[in-house]
Every structure is written in structure tokens, then in C-alpha cells.
């Protein structure tokens, strides 16, 4: 069965600091990829999504993401975070022909001003 | 605003009693999704429909849980029998059939069971 871990459940960085929040899944075939945001009060929004090609994809707000298709990572990377990032983020991964996302536990990022 | 819309936002309800939610897809999309989520976790996949056809049930889905999408469009989904258990966060999300299945989602349902 698919299912996705993610390695931080609460993560509190200070504004200008370079975050990375860690996604690995398994699955053996080809799959979708996706990073949804969640701010607080606000339903998820989609961040970025890998399907296939270039495995850095660029997001939106600044937000990037690599495929690692032998360590089945998908890793969320952004240089400096701003107070407005305080969210929590999710992993999720679509496999084969299957419809629906499988999602992780999330992350809780906390930014201080 | 043109995207996905759910109905009630919040819904409180005594062990026992029938709930019904309703969601509202974006319009071109033909794919309506119902995950659910609860505190500390992931959204949790309930089941999908492609057009008015119910593609895939999770074994999440009891048989009090019972989802419909009648003409293709709007989406119900109905809890019989509310368990304290069932207190979640019922999230409705939509795209179209695409290969890469990039899903939208609406702002939500918070059922609480007393």
C-alpha cells in the first residue's frame, strides 16, 4: 500500500532562515507528486507538483521541491522564510491509475518575526 | 469565486442522528473527491466519482457513509447514524481527468458529534 512520512511534525524557524521539510513515500511505480499548504483559518492550497521531467520543480511563493527518485524523497526547500509562511504543509502522492491522494501527517511550520 | 464550495461549514449533531453535507465542484472539472481529516493528520481519502459514476470507496467508508453525485455535478455525502467517532473535518476536492489529477479543495465541513 502507498503512504507518505513526513520526518517533522513541528518545525519553528526564525524569518530569513532557509527551510527544508523532508516528504518520503513508497511506492513502486510512477507517481504524482504534490505539496499542499494550509494557512491557518484557509482551506489547502496547492504549493507545487511533480508529474515527470525536469525533477526540481518551482512552486509558487518562492517554494521548490526535488524529486529523488531512488531515495522516493520530495523534499520542500525555500532560501528565506517570511512570517507569512507559517502554515502546515502537507506531502501527498498519487500512484498509477489510482484517483485519489495519499497524504502525510503534515508539517507545522512556525516562523518567528 | 469559482472554486470548490461546501455546505455547511460547520455542523453540530447528537450520537445518532443523520447528517448530509453538500459539495459544489469547479464547474469544468468531472472528478469530485471526499477525504476526511482529523486532528494531527493527513487528509484521509473517503471516495471519488468520475461524472455521476462512483469510481473508488475507501474501507474508511462504513456502510453508514453513503455518497452520491446524481446528475454529475454538486456531490452529497451523508453520515446515518452519527457515531462520536465520526467528529472530523470532511473536505470535498475536485479536477478534471487529466493524468497528472491536480486536485482542488474546498474550505471544508467540521461535523462534531456530541
Known amino acids: 500500500a502507498q503512504s507518505v512520512s513526513q520526518h517533522n511534525h513541528h518545525v519553528i524557524l526564525s524569518e530569513a532562515a532557509s527551510l527544508e521539510l523532508g516528504c518520503n513515500y513508497s511506492?513502486?511505480?510512477?507517481?504524482?507528486l504534490f505539496w499542499y499548504v494550509q494557512y491557518p483559518g484557509q482551506h489547502l492550497q496547492l504549493l507545487l507538483k511533480?508529474?515527470?521531467?525536469?525533477?526540481l520543480v518551482k512552486g509558487i511563493k518562492g517554494f521548490e521541491a526535488e524529486f529523488i527518485k531512488s531515495k522516493f524523497s520530495f523534499n520542500l526547500r525555500k532560501p528565506s522564510v517570511q512570517w507569512s509562511d507559517t502554515a502546515e504543509y502537507f506531502c501527498?502522492?498519487?500512484?498509477?491509475?489510482?484517483?485519489?491522494?495519499?497524504f502525510g501527517k503534515g508539517t507545522k511550520l512556525s516562523v518567528k518575526p | 469565486d469559482t472554486g470548490v464550495s461546501q455546505d455547511p461549514r460547520h455542523k453540530i449533531t447528537k450520537r445518532g442522528q443523520n447528517v448530509t453535507f453538500r459539495c459544489d465542484p469547479i464547474?469544468?472539472?468531472?472528478?469530485l473527491y471526499w477525504y476526511r481529516q482529523t486532528l494531527g493528520q493527513g487528509p484521509e481519502f473517503l471516495t471519488y466519482?468520475?461524472?455521476?459514476?462512483?469510481?473508488?470507496k475507501s474501507r474508511l467508508l462504513s456502510d453508514r457513509f453513503s455518497a452520491e453525485r446524481p446528475k454529475g455535478s454538486f456531490s452529497t455525502l451523508e453520515i446515518q447514524r452519527t457515531e462520536q467517532g465520526d467528529s472530523a473535518m470532511y473536505l470535498c476536492?475536485?479536477?478534471?481527468?487529466?493524468?497528472?489529477?491536480?486536485?482542488?479543495f474546498g474550505p471544508g465541513t467540521r461535523l462534531t458529534v456530541t
Open positions: 511506492y513502486g511505480g510512477t507517481v504524482n
Open positions: 464547474s469544468e472539472h468531472n472528478r
Open positions: 511533480y508529474f515527470s521531467g525536469d525533477p
Open positions: 476536492a475536485s479536477s478534471s481527468s487529466g493524468r497528472v489529477n491536480e486536485q482542488y
Open positions: 501527498a502522492v498519487n500512484g498509477g491509475s489510482q484517483g485519489n491522494l495519499i
Open positions: 466519482f468520475q461524472n455521476e459514476a462512483q469510481l473508488e
